[in-house]
């Protein structure tokens, strides 16, 4: 103080200036750091995400092969079983071809299917007619079965179709005759076409690709390029190297078929020797993280340069930024997911409701709801779904919030709460029906659900009266029990609502 004193006023005039140009750059240099900082962490948290995505794609890719596969594999089962018992006469084999016509004709997942004898000889199919003097004795299936007697199916590579040319990939069982000796082989193949056609309905970007490889690297099925690359073998490649060493994972790669760097997901089949891969170009996939970016660091360069030759502006900057502050408050008293209050601003509303509740001798109610089933709805659907689904009764709970001073609130994963000031155990239980009627109005449909086939809720509610209540009791104990009220409605079967008070 002493020294500001001694100073010359024109050079202390100059003084605050120079302050204020430090601290302006100071607080460039600052906003700069943060922003970049910012950027680092934004493409993380993108990059996270679309490894999710790639995982979850790659399970449903994995689930659909399998649940193909198991199809053919039941119908070859059937038919092995049939020749078992009733041998490779002529009257068996034209019933039972025209039985596999039927299925083959039923199944769109089913190319064709086929017997051969034991010499490899074909005898029946799901063909129109059967072709004369057509030997598949050489095929790696028929050598199998031939040399090994273990009552399993074998998936084997995909080959060229000897009836039409096409990609195929085989799955075939043995049949024994009546005394136990090797019959023949039955055989069904399904196109690499089906998978790649079902592969296409997936959102993947112009760079995207969904592959089905078997465990020996061989590629069944691709898409876009559909057929192209089927038969390529990866077993020399990194990336396969990687995928064959975890049973599911991401993982980012320069792909070996069109050398595009790819962020990928991939998962093994439980009963198939088949691994599905399901990859975003990183650059697509970040697109969107890069015009946000783009627009951040336009705003960066244009504030710093207001700063920069507006000194003055500070003041007015200061006010901005408390209104960015007071929007940020509000920002996190709001669950981003479903627009309700989040927890924050639930605890602090009861804190509040508590009091006022006891000063006016008025009873105060709670609601908590809990989605049915929501996990396996996750599982089911994609993560993708499920937050579609929590918004959607989020807003049919936000929807009986109607009077002034209700409040309806996230309270922790799939848990909504809805605080109802005023309301006594018959309100609560009239508004607690209402809200479960509302969800299953919405119609969104569960198949997993083991209650309704479309979601549903439990609700516990509670209601208490502050006044009469002892001076250490407070907003937990009704949290508790409205809690243990949902417990009743959860143990009661779901799909209901339970008040205590």
């Known amino acids: 103080m002493i020294w500001m004193m001694t100073v010359d006023p024109a050079r202390r005039r100059l003084l605050l200036p120079n302050l204020l140009r430090g601290f302006v750059l100071t607080v460039c ?286 003041r007015r900057q200061l006010l901005a930024r408390q209104a960015v502050q007071d929007q940020l408050e509000a920002l996190a008293r709001t669950d981003s997911l479903t627009g309700l209050a989040n927890r924050r601003a639930l605890d602090e509303y009861l804190a509040d409701a508590w009091p006022r509740a006891l000063r006016e001798s008025a009873p105060l109610g709670l609601l908590l709801v809990d989605i049915d089933h929501f996990k396996a709805f996750n599982d089911t659907y994609g993560h993708q779904a499920g937050d579609a689904c929590l918004r959607q009764v989020a807003e049919a709970v936000k929807h009986c919030a109607r009077r002034h001073g209700d409040m309806a609130a996230r309270y922790g994963g799939e848990e909504l709460a809805l605080v109802l000031p005023g309301c006594d155990s018959n309100t609560v239980r009239e508004l607690a029906e209402a809200v479960c009627r509302n969800v299953r109005a919405l119609g969104i449909p569960h198949a997993e659900s083991y209650t309704a086939p479309v979601v549903t809720i439990s609700v516990g509610g509670a209601s208490l009266w502050p006044a009469r209540m002892g001076a250490e009791e407070g907003p937990a104990s009704l949290v508790k029990l409205a809690d243990l009220a949902l417990y009743d409605a959860k143990a009661g079967g779901r799909n209901r609502a339970a008040v205590r008070s």
């Open 29 to 314: 240099l600052v906003f700069a750091g943060a922003e970049y900082w910012h950027g680092l962490e934004t493409r993380a948290e993108a990059r996270a995400q679309i490894q999710l995505d790639a995982a979850n794609l790659a399970r449903a890719v994995s689930q659909h092969a399998e649940d193909s596969f198991q199809l053919a594999d039941a119908t070859l089962s059937g038919i092995a079983e049939r020749l078992h018992v009733y041998g490779t006469g002529p009257g068996n084999l034209e019933s039972l071809s025209r039985y596999m016509r039927r299925e083959a004709a039923r199944s769109p997942r089913i190319h064709a299917l086929y017997v051969y004898d034991a010499s490899g000889n074909w005898i029946a199919s799901s063909l129109a007619t059967l072709p004369a003097s057509k030997n598949n004795s050489d095929r790696a299936y028929f050598r199998h079965h031939r040399e090994v007697d273990d009552g399993l199916s074998w998936l084997g590579p995909p080959v060229r179709s000897r009836t039409d040319n096409s990609w195929i990939i085989t799955l075939t069982r043995r049949y024994n005759d009546a005394r136990g000796r090797f019959g023949g082989v039955v055989l069904a193949s399904i196109r690499s076409r089906y998978f790649s056609d079902y592969y296409r309905g997936f959102e993947l970007g112009r760079e995207g690709a969904v592959a089905l490889v078997n465990e020996a690297g061989i590629v069944c099925a691709r898409a876009p390029d559909d057929e192209a690359n089927v038969g390529r073998d990866l077993s020399n490649t990194t990336l396969f190297a990687d995928i064959k060493a975890a049973r599911s994972g991401t993982l980012t790669y320069v792909s070996p078929v069109d050398q595009m760097r790819r962020i990928s997901g991939f998962h093994h089949a439980d009963h198939f020797p088949l691994i599905a891969v399901a990859a975003l170009s990183e650059y697509e996939a970040l697109a969107a993280w890069r015009r946000s970016m783009r627009t951040h660091a336009l705003l960066t360069l244009v504030t710093i340069a207001l700063l920069a030759v507006l000194g003055e502006w500070l």
